[in-house]
T-cell receptor, first 116, second 109 residues
């Protein structure tokens, strides 16, 4: 159990468009999800904490108007990159904590965004 | 926030060798995990180990919470073990994780 699915796995878009990435916990409920960003050959950096039914908490330096997060249900969080630019190209990974679980985080497969 | 220091940054082994990866934390953590990132980028959960010792096949991990470090042991390494290994820690159970910089492991045949 504890499967987290991200979609799409790869997306290429034109500069100025918006892209939505979905993160779903398939076999458990997740009150809390996290969104990370990873640059090539670098570590993962936390972007924001997504809580079901409330506003996301963004890390310092992350533009909340650029990276819109919605956590409308206990199994789905979405990250929308608005007005994307080439510098937004990156690998985005979500993770979810099982509600009532031991506290272990489970990660999705990641979404590779390329902005032309 | 918590700082996570991983060592070594790079490790090259011959198949069959054993290795130890280390993670030091700047503060107490109650949420500690080890991951293997595969070539496609997915993070594979290896251990959830805020304290104590766990083993899973050729892999084992030990966390000494009072001294704020954790070790990942890989025995009889195989070429398929190659990749990046991350440790990550959080202040409380289920809290956000801060990642180390990773160890790039290469196992040669």
């Amino acid at each position: 159990g504890a499967v987290v699915s991200q979609h799409p796995s790869r997306v290429i878009c034109k500069s100025g468009t918006s892209v939505k990435i979905e993160c779903r916990s398939l076999d458990f409920q997740a009150t809390t999800m996290f969104w990370y960003r990873q640059f090539p050959k670098k570590s993962l950096m936390l972007m924001a904490t997504s809580n079901e039914g409330s506003k996301a908490t963004y890390e310092q330096g992350v533009e909340k108007d650029k990276f819109l997060i919605n956590h409308a249900s206990l199994t789905l969080s979405t990250l929308t990159v608005t007005s994307a630019h080439p510098e937004d190209s990156s690998f985005y990974i979500c993770s979810a904590v099982k509600t009532g679980g031991a506290g272990e985080l489970f990660f999705g497969e990641g979404s590779r965004l390329t902005v032309l | 926030g918590i700082q996570v220091e991983q060592s070594p940054p790079d490790l090259i082994l011959q198949e069959g060798a054993n290795s130890t990866l280390r993670c030091n934390f700047s503060d107490s953590v109650n949420n500690l995990q080890w991951f293997h990132q595969n070539p496609w980028g997915q993070l594979i959960n290896l251990f959830y180990i805020p304290s104590g010792t766990k083993q899973n096949g050729r892999l084992s991990a030990t966390t000494v919470a009072t001294e704020r470090y954790s070790l990942l042991y890989i025995s009889s390494s195989q070429t398929t073990d190659s990749g990046v290994y991350f440790c990550a820690g959080g202040e409380t159970s289920g809290s956000r994780l801060t990642f180390g910089e990773g160890t790039q492991l290469t196992v040669n045949p």
